[in-house]
């Protein structure tokens, strides 16, 4: 199985920074994407952002300029810098690797989630 775990969520004023961080452990073969999901009160999960195996990254409008997504490919991890932080930020933060790992004697695909991070973006 692969567990992931996040860190780096609080409480923030506008215009301020975080640091989310996304560590993945057990039997991980390969990860090819990273990424960052948010689910704001009473609206559907969305995509923040995400990187690719070879590092190529993608970004919801509304995050461009503003949030970075980076990854450590020996540790398994994955970044989220957020700069200029807004109330409408505000939101539990997830983060999701999809690749494949190892069970048993076989290989399965892995689409993993973590368990959430909350960002609070208020004065």
């Known amino acids: 199985q692969v567990q992931l775990a996040e860190s780096g969520g609080g409480l923030v004023q506008p215009g301020g920074s975080l640091r989310l961080s996304c560590a993945a452990s057990?039997?991980?073969?390969?990860?090819?994407?990273m990424g960052w999901y948010r689910q704001a009160p009473g609206k559907q999960r969305e995509m923040v952002t995400t990187?690719?195996?070879?590092?190529?990254?993608k970004y919801a409008d509304s995050v461009k300029g503003r949030f970075t997504i980076s990854r450590d490919n020996a540790k398994n991890t994955v970044y989220l810098q957020m700069n200029s932080l807004k109330p409408e930020d505000t939101a539990v933060y997830y983060c999701?690797?999809?690749?494949?790992?190892?069970?048993?004697?076989?290989?399965?695909?892995?689409?993993?989630w973590g368990q959430g991070t909350l960002v609070t973006v208020s004065s």
């Open positions: 057990g039997s991980i073969f390969s990860i090819n994407a």
């Open positions: 999701n690797m999809k690749g494949v790992y190892r069970r048993d004697l076989y290989y399965a695909p892995l689409d993993a």
């Open positions: 990187i690719t195996s070879i590092g190529s990254t």
